[in-house]
Every structure is written in structure tokens, then in C-alpha cells.
């Protein structure tokens, strides 16, 4: 399986466009306090090299190898605080990020330098300078289409996510920021596809992350939105809430009034 | 039975004739080409009894004048044609984006009316609302036993009127031929097709061709704003009708019997009360539509056939079918080269219909089991027909399982669940659950009419504990009152239908024997356990129990936190506790 | 209503059989409302009447100003983070109509007279008399019509009107076209490329990755000079779609198990299916890539890619269709033919 990745990693260095203007550090002693870092928090898992951990019969992963995944990958897993992981399990939860931002940098760059894989992109990458306000709405449109074609089966129509099988769900993108979202298209994090430059282009990507920032920023046009989920929050409100509302006013309309003990007197 | 406590007019003096005023002449007018004065003069006081439960109807009703309302004003904006044309209206995120001229008119509308957004999530909320009412009187009527005879008619009628609302609802919110209600369309295509036969016949006839066309949203538009609201129309006149012929149910009650109605005139008070509720539920639908967000299809953006969301649901009242659909095994049959599509004809089409038809037959099945003919116009409460009662337990139980079911990839997300366990458990919840609900629901009402004949027989617990001079503990009954105790007794006392072991004189049994020894089982089985009321030796027996125990208490008069009775403190004058 | 008693209620039983162990005690004593006894509470009654109906006009007219005075359109006025003008119109307009409900319900309560009034009640059934008296009409109208003695008269006068209902029915033929084969096919050719959907790019092999999963359509739905595809109607274009749309998905080559018949049906690694669910036809994309197990959102039915679309668990009855693909001589990816089965929801007559 290593063989087979290192395969496809160099495969994907020699066919693959080129990926962004990001550019891996090669600086060694950035790779080096990587390397530290990762020998405490991460090699327990996905070992000292980085080359995975298997069960001991063999045919199950603690943790998968890290030769190939890339800076991007590093970046979007421990920038998320989805790594280190608590424990083994269908998925893992975006949780609390446990390192710096600089910490975070060390580790992308010492996996980075196990194999060639996906580079943090740079935020020239899915940023709007120098396009005009035409061509941004252009690209808001573009990358709507693009999201509900490739993402919205997954993770819904305004990215509140969705169920995979077997506990396993996709991620809400309400809260996620703009390069992460690039990088868990770049990588592929757990089950979720690729999508590779080649699959959707750094333009498409950033058309996408546009669009998503666009429907975040847009006004409720129509009131709350109760959980951005379709007729099922709807079906509720509208007996919970709407129906509740009106037995109530028909148990007031038909209660008995107050009454007294009094009697009347003619005048 | 006196009726000399009722009033019939709350006025001191006769009512006279006036001379007539300007208003008046002009409904001289109209009455001397229409007659209306004899038709008035039976209606307008006519009396009506007071219960909340009574006005769940009128719920169903003024949602549907609300849809009506607003409906007609959406009709002025939208534009029922699936015809290509390039949006270029103040929604950003679509602008340039080809799409139906269904879609793009629903933007406008959303966009571009002042109001009209605010119209569109009335005209939703107050579907949701008008089907849900429907469905809750449903549940009233049924539980009360409103459905019996004379009503039977007025209760298929009911539940036409559900049938279409589903239909109508459901042909409203596919008109904007958005992503999230095309996908219901493409599986309702789908539905269509795996009808034996006819199957692919009908698909392309719906749909004018291959789906999706350009015909269904048209045809759908005729659909839901002509043909259907006729039937709507019509069928909720004549269900108002015959409440009107028949006059309302009451409960059982002091000066209520079978052959009157005590309550209210219609004019002023129910006018007033029915006529208000209108207005609130009109109200609170506005509120609805201003606050909350409802169907936001641009979010969704126009139908595509390679575009979908996760979470894709159809609006709540569908939820069953869903859930049907969901949780069916992928069972097709392949014989002499057709294809038979049980994993989608039997939840789609034949399940619907069954468990429709079920609810529709109820009356006459419980009329033949029972072998009640006689005319019902009191009330029965709930407990006091068990089997029936336990029936609607277990069917909304099967409701509601069915719809978990239909959002189980919410429920998954939401509980951190995995989607395979959720469906697999449905599968057999929805066998196994009800028939634990209904066993508990009916040994629950059989209680609860245990409780009201001690009730009725022991009296009422106080509260207060007494202990005797020996130590024992005891709660003291007092006994109820006399308008209390009618109403626990007010019902009918159940008869089992004996039909069975009819044989003429030389053993030969009856030819339709078989049919009745059944029926006189399942009355048995309807029957058996109910507790009925006591008769007057019973109560009379209760009531001599009841009066000796209150010599024994005599004595004992005082509030009962105890030191009064360690015999240290004189207990003279001591009041209950409470008071009178 | 009392319940504390001292002494036992009287039981009537005069005249009672057996089973009805206590007689209708006839209507509760009528007792007043404060507000039938007390002017100044009549009068506060009024007045809250009055304020709720006051409430309601005050609203409307805030209806006519927000109608006025917030923008909908390029520009919306938004407030909180709200569409102003639907939150505004709704506000208003919901009070203005629950304040004149809650008014009137006030009005009945509070003010109206309250006393119960008894109706009596008549069967639903006609009288005797009455039915006696309709059929006899009815018995000397069927006599005088002659229907009864004429049966031919009857039996053609049946047939005839029975037959109206036959161009009813014949009339609604032009619907729809006849299926005929057209479920059985769909856009794709020989040759034809696929394109990434949307942009209508043409797809590379090298573009791919393993674990890339790409929503491609059949090339004749982004028609252009170069690639000399006609122009497609909006509608043909839909409908096309409906069942041409694909998903590739790129693997290790040593995954795919495929059947006999299909050993080249992929190109390194490269599979192409149908995206639309053979349930009741939604298209699917929700790939997990490690297991390469393809999840339909609609119903949940379940497919492995690698393993010739097969069903793993859901509702779905037959595998996912997949289209054989081979790279063209500049390396696109492009499909061998067509689908060689229909795409989509089964019917009565396939297979």
C-alpha cells in the first residue's frame, strides 16, 4: 500500500497541475520542530514516520499514512482541531484546535516533506482583489452552480450539512473559514472525495468559497431560518409552534370566564 | 328532567317589531325576490355547544379561506410555465442563470413584490396548518365517537377532504419548480412508473413526454388553483351542511341528552367566537409568514436533474410516504421479462391506500362489530371506548414511526446516529411498537374507567389521611357531586353481540353462522375488560358503605396534620382542613 | 363547582331502570360574569374591547408606512440581519387581524349574554309520512315516464349515454407521446466526451487523482462551434440530463472487481456511472471515498463503485448503470457507447 501511494504521489507530481501559488517551506529546521511535534501528538496514531498504524491482526488502520496527504491536509485536520483525534471512530468531530497556528505550520511542512502532496494554498488563491464587482457576481453565480452540483448532496443547499452512512456525517460549513474550505477540497479529508485542481480548478474552488461566503452574509430575507435544515424544522414549527398557538387560543375561546357568587341586581 | 332553569333569550322584555329603518328596507328588498327570512329564521339562533376541542375544525376551515386569500394574490404574480428564459432580477446569486419562468416569477415575487414574500410563506404556513388541523379534528372526532351514525357520511367526507389537501399541497409546492420540490417530482415520476402495466404509459402521459418536460408545471397549476379547490369547495360545503342538518355533537352533561343541544346562539355568540377565531388564525398565520422563514427557493436554486440536497424532504404531510419509501427492502420481482417494482409500488401506491382505506371504513366497521344502530349525538370520552381509543394510539404510533423515518438522515446527524441502524430499526418498529401501544393505551383507559367507577362508588380522595385510635392509616372519600357523578355515569353500557351458535330444530346451523360467530368475537374482544358503570343497586350499595364510613369519621372532623389526635390536645371545635 | 359536601347527593331513581344508576339533574344554575354585575367592570371590559380594536387599526396603518418606507428589490432594507420588509409587513399585518380575533373573542366572553339555551333536536331520518308521500311521487313519475314498460327504450338511452364517457377518455390520448424506446436510451454515443458539469470542460486522464469524485455530463449538453453539437432546446436539455448525467471516480485499479464483460469498461483506475439512482431516480454524489461506497440522499440506497454499481443496502433494487469509458486519442475521456441498460427508475417493461 505504501508502494501504491508513493505511486500515485509521484504520479500526481508528475501529471498534476500546478497547484496554487502556495509554496512548501522547505525550511529544515521548520521541518525539524514538525518532526518534534509530531513524534508527541501525532506518531502514536500514524507512526514515527508517519507510515500508518495497523491493528494487530492486521486488517484494520489506528491510523492511516501521512506520506502523500500534504500540507493542505495538515493544515485543514489540526486547523480544524479535528486532529489529534480523541479517539478511533466513525469520524471525528471538529473540536477545539490544539496548536498554533506556527505549530500547525511545522507539522504541514514536516508531512509535507514525507511526500509530495497538496501545498496550503495562498489566500491569493480564493481572493477577490482586482476583480471587479461584475466579475465577482459573476463568479458568486458561477460557484452557486458549481456548489450545488458537487457539494450540496453531501453537506445541503446552504452548507448546514448532512448524514453519510454509518454514523459518519458531512460537515456544516457555516463556521468553516475560507482556506480550509479549500484545503478539504484539495485533500479529501476521511471520506470525503477529492477534489483534486484537476476536478474543480483554483478558480471554480474559489468561485465556491465566494458563493458560500455570499449566502452566509445575505440577509433573512424571510424571517428565521430555523436551522437552515428544509420541511423538517418547517413540519415541526408548524405543529409545535403553529398549531400549539392556535389549540391554545381555542381552549381560551371556549374556557369558562369568571364567574362570581354574586347575584345580579335589577336597577 | 327540569328544564326550568334555562333561559331562552337573556333580554328582560319580548322583542317587538320596529319600524323599519334604512337597512332595513334594503333587506326588504332582498327578501321579497329571495325569500331569505324563512330561511333565517331557523339558523340565526340556532344553538351550538362550547368545547375547545369543537373548534379544531375551524381551524382546517379558516386556514383554508387564508390559503384562498392569499392564493388568489400569488395567482396575480406567478407564472405557471416552464419555458427557458435568463433571470435578471435583484437576486444576486442567480442573476444570468437560465431557468423556468416558473422559478424566475417565484423570485420575483420573493424579490421584487413588496409583500410578496411575505404572501408566499402565508400561503405555506397556512397549508401546513390546514392539513395538521384537519388531521387533529380527525383525531377529535374519532376519539369522541362523532363519527357514529347519523355522521358516517360527514366522516368519509373528512377524509376526502385530507386526501386532496395532501394532493393539493402537494402540487402547491412543486409549482415553483424549484431544486428541493423537482426532486419530489422526478420521485414521484419514478412512483408513476413502477405501476404495473401502465407504468411508463402514465409517466409520459403526466409529464407530456420524457420528465421532466415542460407540461407538469402547467398541468399542476390547473390543477391546484382550479380543479382541486372546486372539490375543496364543494366537499366542505356540503361536510358544513350536514353539521348544520345534523347540529353538533355535545358532551354528555347536567340538561343534556340525545335529542337536544345546549350552548350557545349562533348570533351574536358564535359569530362573535367563530368569526374571531378566524381572525387569529388569519393573525397568527401572519405572524407565521413575517417571522418565519418558510421554503426559501433560492436557496435552492431552479430544478436541475444533476443537482440535489442532502436532507432532501418533502413538506411534512408527505413525511409518511417518505418514510415508507426510505425503509421498504429493495425487493423487485423479474418474471417473463417485466419488472415488478415491490420496493416502490408497495410503499408508494398500495400502503397509502390501505391505511387510507382503513381509516375511511372505521365507522361501519365499528357499527357491524358492535351491531350499534342507533342514533349517537352525546359524546363518548375516550376511555370510555377502549378498543377504539387504543386503535388511534397505535396508528398514530405507526404515523409518527413512519415519519422519524422520513427524516431519518436528520435524525441521524442531529443524534449522531448511524443511518443503517435508524432504517433497519424502523423496519420492524413499525410491526412491533404498535401493538405494545395499543395494549397499553387500552389497559390504560380500562383503568381510568376502573378509577371513575371507585370514583363514583367511594367517593373522591381528599387528601386528608385519618389514622384510628388502632393506628391504621386511611384517606378520606368525600362523596361527589351530583352533576359530577351525571357525568360519570352519562354513557352507555357496552353489549357484546351475540350471534353465534344460531342452529334451527335439527341442528343445522344458520347459513351466514361463520360471518357472525366472527362478528360476536371481535365485539368480544372489542368489549372484553371495559368496566362499566354501576347499576343504581351498586350505587345505592356505595352509598350506604360511604354514609357508615362517615359515622365512623364523626368524630374525627379536624384537619389531620396529626397533633390534634395524641390525645393531649382537646379536640373540640377543631375545622377540616380546607374548609367549606 | 363544589365538591365538599357534607351530606350525600340525592339519587333519583324514580323511574329509572336498573342500568342508569343516576338521573339528569337538568341544567346548572345560571351564575354571572362580574361583568354582568358590576358597571365598572362592564365598563373596563369595553374599554380593553375597544383598546384591542384601536391596537388593530394602529397596526394597519404601520402596514401602509413599512409597505412604503422599506425597499425590496437590488437594494433591500435590512434590520438585524432581517429582510425588513417581510418581517415588517408581517408584524403588522399579524397584529392588526389577532388584535381584532382577540378583540371580538373578548367582546363574546366578557359582554355577550351568556346564558345556555337548549335547542331540540330533530332525526336526520324524513318522517313517514314524507317518505310515503316521495315514493308515491316517485313511483307515478317513473309510471307516467314509461321507463319501467320500455325496456329497449331504457337499454339504448343507457348505452348511448354510457358511450359519452368513451371521447372523454379517447380525447385525453395526445397527453403524451408513447414511451416507445425511449427510456432505453439516452444522449450518449460512441466517442462522445465526457465534460465536467457546469463548465463544460472536457476531462483529461491526467486530471484525475485517486479519490477524485467528478459530476460529469455527455458533451452534446455544452454544444459549441468547436465540438459542433446542435443547439439544445432548455426542455431536451433537461431532459437529456435526466439521464445522462455521470459521476467519475478515480481508484486504485486493483479495487475494481468488475464483471464479465466490463474488464475494460475503466480507464486506470477511472469509472463512470449513472448519476441517477435507479430507486426513483435522484441523481447521486455522496461518494465515501475510503470505501468508495456511493449514498443516494433521497432514500439512502447505497452503491459500491467499485463493484459494478452494485446495491448494498436501501431500497434500490438494481445496480447503479455504468457507462464504459476509454480515453480518445488526446487522451479525454470519452464513453465506448451507450448505457446497455435503461438509466434510472425501473418500469413494468424493462428487462
Redesign the interface.
Known amino acids: 500500500m505504501l508502494i501504491?501511494l508513493l505511486l500515485?504521489g509521484g504520479?500526481?507530481a508528475a501529471?498534476?497541475p500546478a497547484s496554487g501559488a502556495g509554496e512548501q517551506q522547505d525550511d529544515a529546521s521548520q521541518v525539524a520542530e514538525g518532526r518534534k511535534l509530531f513524534l508527541v501528538g501525532c506518531a502514536f496514531c500514524h507512526g514515527q514516520n508517519g507510515e500508518g498504524v495497523l491493528t494487530a491482526d492486521g486488517k484494520q488502520q489506528l491510523g492511516p499514512t501521512l506520506a502523500g496527504v500534504g500540507a493542505a491536509a495538515v493544515d485543514f485536520q489540526v486547523g480544524t482541531g479535528r486532529m489529534p483525534a480523541v479517539q478511533p471512530g466513525?469520524q471525528f468531530p471538529a473540536k477545539r484546535v490544539q496548536y498554533t497556528q506556527e505549530e500547525i505550520d511545522a507539522l504541514a511542512a514536516y508531512v509535507a516533506s514525507l511526500a509530495p502532496g497538496p501545498a496550503i494554498p495562498a489566500e491569493s488563491d480564493y481572493s477577490t482583489d482586482g476583480m471587479t464587482d461584475q466579475e465577482k457576481?459573476?463568479a458568486?453565480?458561477?460557484g452557486?452552480?458549481?456548489f450545488?452540483?458537487?457539494c450540496?448532496?453531501?453537506?445541503?443547499?446552504?452548507g448546514?450539512?448532512?448524514?453519510?452512512?454509518?454514523?459518519?456525517?458531512?460537515a456544516s460549513l457555516r463556521n468553516a473559514s475560507e482556506r480550509h474550505i479549500y484545503e478539504a477540497m484539495l485533500s479529501?479529508p476521511?471520506?470525503?472525495?477529492?477534489?483534486?485542481n484537476?476536478?474543480l480548478t483554483p478558480d471554480?474552488k474559489r468561485d465556491v468559497i465566494l458563493?458560500l461566503q455570499?449566502?452566509k452574509e445575505?440577509?433573512?430575507?424571510?424571517?428565521?431560518?430555523?436551522g437552515g435544515?428544509?420541511?423538517?424544522s418547517?413540519?415541526?414549527?408548524?405543529?409545535l409552534?403553529?398549531?400549539g398557538?392556535?389549540?391554545g387560543?381555542?381552549?381560551?375561546?371556549?374556557?369558562h370566564?369568571?364567574?362570581?357568587?354574586?347575584?345580579?341586581?335589577?336597577a | 328532567m327540569s328544564f326550568d332553569k334555562v333561559a331562552n333569550t337573556n333580554a328582560k322584555t319580548a322583542a317587538t317589531a320596529r319600524k323599519p329603518s334604512r337597512g332595513a328596507a334594503a333587506v326588504e328588498w332582498a327578501d321579497d325576490r329571495l325569500g331569505l327570512a324563512t330561511l333565517a329564521k331557523k339558523q340565526l339562533r340556532k344553538v351550538f355547544p362550547d368545547h375547545w376541542s369543537f373548534m379544531l375544525g375551524e381551524i382546517a376551515l379558516w386556514s383554508f379561506v387564508v390559503l384562498l386569500v392569499t392564493g388568489v394574490f400569488l395567482t396575480l404574480w406567478f407564472k405557471p410555465s416552464m419555458a427557458e428564459v435568463e433571470y435578471m432580477g435583484s437576486y444576486d446569486q442567480l442573476r444570468g442563470i437560465h431557468m423556468s419562468e416558473a422559478y424566475a416569477s417565484t423570485l420575483d415575487i420573493s424579490f421584487d413584490v413588496r409583500g410578496g414574500l411575505l404572501l408566499r410563506q402565508m400561503h405555506h404556513w397556512s397549508a401546513m396548518l390546514f392539513i395538521a388541523a384537519m388531521l387533529v379534528h380527525m383525531m377529535r372526532v374519532f376519539l369522541t365517537g362523532a363519527f357514529r351514525k347519523p355522521r358516517e357520511l360527514n366522516w368519509i367526507i373528512g377524509g376526502t377532504l385530507i386526501l386532496l389537501g395532501i394532493v393539493e399541497g402537494f402540487a402547491g409546492y412543486s409549482l415553483p419548480d424549484d431544486l428541493l420540490s423537482g426532486t419530489g417530482l422526478r420521485i414521484a415520476d419514478g412512483l408513476v412508473k413502477a405501476t404495473p402495466v401502465l407504468g411508463s404509459y402514465m409517466s409520459f402521459f403526466m409529464f407530456g413526454g420524457e420528465f421532466p418536460g415542460d407540461d407538469i408545471i402547467p398541468r399542476l397549476y390547473t390543477v391546484h388553483v382550479l380543479l382541486i379547490p372546486a372539490l375543496l369547495l364543494a366537499l366542505i360545503g356540503a361536510h358544513m351542511l350536514l353539521l348544520v342538518y345534523h347540529k353538533h355533537t355535545q358532551w354528555p352533561g347536567p340538561g343534556r341528552t340525545n335529542d337536544n343541544v345546549v350552548g350557545y346562539p349562533l348570533l351574536p355568540v358564535y359569530m362573535a367566537k367563530a368569526g374571531g377565531f378566524f381572525f387569529i388564525v388569519f393573525g397568527v398565520t401572519a405572524l407565521m409568514g413575517g417571522l418565519l422563514s418558510i421554503n426559501p427557493v433560492w436557496k435552492y436554486g431552479p430544478y436541475d436533474p444533476s443537482k440535489v440536497t442532502a436532507g432532501s424532504q418533502p413538506d411534512w404531510y408527505m413525511g409518511i410516504a417518505e418514510g415508507l419509501l426510505r425503509i421498504m427492502p429493495g425487493w423487485e420481482t423479474h418474471i417473463w421479462g417485466k419488472t415488478i417494482s415491490w420496493n416502490v409500488f408497495l410503499p408508494g401506491q398500495i400502503a397509502p391506500i390501505v391505511l387510507l382505506t382503513m381509516v375511511l371504513a372505521w365507522p361501519f366497521l365499528e357499527a357491524w362489530v358492535t351491531g350499534d344502530k342507533r342514533v349517537h349525538h352525546l359524546l363518548q370520552r375516550p376511555r370510555n371506548a377502549p378498543t377504539r381509543t387504543a386503535f388511534l394510539a397505535a396508528m398514530i404510533t405507526v404515523y409518527g414511526l413512519l415519519w422519524a423515518a422520513g427524516g431519518n438522515d436528520i435524525l441521524a446527524v442531529k443524534f449522531h446516529q448511524s443511518l443503517e441502524m435508524i432504517s433497519y430499526f424502523m423496519r420492524g418498529a413499525i410491526f412491533v411498537i404498535p401493538p405494545i401501544v395499543f395494549v397499553i393505551t387500552r389497559r390504560w383507559c380500562i383503568s381510568l374507567q376502573r378509577h371513575d367507577n371507585e370514583t363514583l362508588l367511594h367517593g373522591y380522595e381528599t387528601g386528608v389521611i385519618m389514622r384510628s385510635p388502632e393506628g391504621g392509616y386511611t384517606e378520606r372519600h368525600l362523596p361527589v357531586n351530583e352533576e359530577r357523578a351525571y357525568k360519570l355515569t352519562a354513557r352507555d353500557r357496552d353489549e357484546v353481540y351475540d350471534g353465534a351458535g344460531e342452529t334451527d330444530a335439527n341442528g343445522v346451523a344458520a347459513p351466514d353462522s361463520r360471518v357472525k360467530r366472527l362478528r360476536s368475537r371481535l365485539s368480544t374482544a372489542m368489549f372484553v375488560n371495559n368496566v362499566q358503570k354501576p347499576t343504581v343497586e351498586e350505587l345505592e350499595d356505595g352509598h350506604h358503605h360511604a354514609e357508615h364510613e362517615l359515622e365512623l369519621e364523626e368524630g374525627l372532623d379536624h384537619s389531620a396534620d396529626g397533633h390534634q389526635f395524641d390525645g393531649r390536645h382537646s379536640i373540640e371545635g377543631e375545622p377540616l382542613r380546607g374548609g367549606h | 363547582m363544589s365538591d365538599n359536601q357534607d351530606t350525600l347527593p340525592e339519587i333519583s331513581t324514580n323511574g329509572l331502570p336498573a342500568e342508569e344508576p343516576i338521573a339528569n339533574p337538568g341544567l346548572p344554575a345560571h351564575t354571572w360574569r362580574p361583568t354582568d354585575i358590576d358597571p365598572a367592570a362592564e365598563k373596563r371590559a369595553e374599554r380593553q374591547v375597544a383598546a384591542l380594536f384601536g391596537i388593530s387599526m394602529i397596526s394597519t396603518v404601520l402596514f401602509v408606512v413599512a409597505f412604503f418606507a422599506f425597499k425590496v428589490g437590488d437594494e433591500p432594507t435590512v434590520v438585524g440581519g432581517f429582510g425588513a420588509s417581510t418581517v415588517a409587513l408581517g408584524l403588522t399585518f399579524g397584529i392588526a387581524l389577532l388584535a381584532i380575533g382577540v378583540g371580538v373573542i373578548q367582546w363574546a366572553r366578557k359582554l355577550m349574554g351568556d346564558h345556555e339555551i337548549v335547542e331540540m333536536r330533530h332525526p336526520a331520518s324524513s318522517s313517514p309520512e314524507d317518505r310515503e308521500v316521495t315514493l308515491t311521487q316517485l313511483a307515478q313519475g317513473l309510471d307516467e315516464s314509461g321507463i319501467g314498460r320500455r325496456p329497449l327504450v331504457r337499454n339504448t338511452l343507457l348505452g348511448a349515454v354510457g358511450l359519452l364517457g368513451v371521447p372523454m377518455i379517447v380525447a385525453l390520448r395526445d397527453l403524451g407521446p408513447l414511451p416507445g424506446d425511449k427510456l432505453y436510451h439516452t444522449i450518449w454515443t460512441k466517442g462522445m466526451r465526457v465534460v465536467r458539469d457546469v463548465v463544460g470542460t472536457p476531462i483529461h486522464v491526467s486530471d484525475l487523482q485517486i479519490g477524485d469524485l467528478l459530476n460529469g455530463e455527455p458533451e452534446a449538453l455544452f454544444p459549441s462551434e468547436e465540438n459542433g453539437y446542435p443547439e439544445l432546446s432548455g426542455v431536451d436539455s433537461q431532459i437529456a440530463k435526466s439521464k445522462g448525467a455521470v459521476i467519475l471516480h478515480r481508484m486504485e485499479p486493483s479495487e475494481i472487481t468488475p464483471s464479465k464483460g466490463r474488464e475494460n469498461w475503466s480507464v486506470q483506475g477511472i469509472v463512470a456511472f449513472s448519476k441517477i439512482c435507479t430507486h426513483v431516480g435522484c441523481p447521486i454524489s455522496l461518494n465515501e471515498q475510503q470505501s468508495h461506497h456511493l449514498l443516494c440522499p433521497c432514500h439512502q440506497s447505497t452503491f459500491d463503485l467499485a463493484d459494478n454499481g452494485r446495491v448494498l443496502f436501501g431500497p434500490a433494487a438494481r445496480s447503479l448503470p455504468q457507462l464504459p469509458i476509454e480515453v480518445d486519442d488526446e487522451g479525454y475521456l470519452v464513453a465506448q457507447s451507450d448505457f446497455t441498460e435503461p438509466v434510472g427508475p425501473s418500469f413494468w417493461e424493462r428487462d
Open positions: 501504491g500515485t504520479l500526481y501529471f498534476a466513525a457576481e459573476e458568486i453565480v458561477r452557486g452552480q458549481i450545488l452540483t458537487n450540496s448532496a453531501c453537506h445541503n443547499f446552504e448546514s450539512g448532512g448524514a453519510m452512512p454509518n454514523g459518519k456525517m458531512a479529501g476521511g471520506e470525503m472525495d477529492v477534489f483534486s484537476g476536478n471554480e458563493y455570499s449566502i445575505a440577509p433573512k430575507y424571510g424571517g428565521f431560518s430555523m435544515i428544509g420541511p423538517v418547517e413540519g415541526m414549527f408548524a405543529w409552534g403553529g398549531m398557538v392556535l389549540v387560543f381555542a381552549v381560551w375561546i371556549a374556557a370566564t369568571t364567574r362570581t357568587s354574586k347575584e345580579k341586581v335589577d
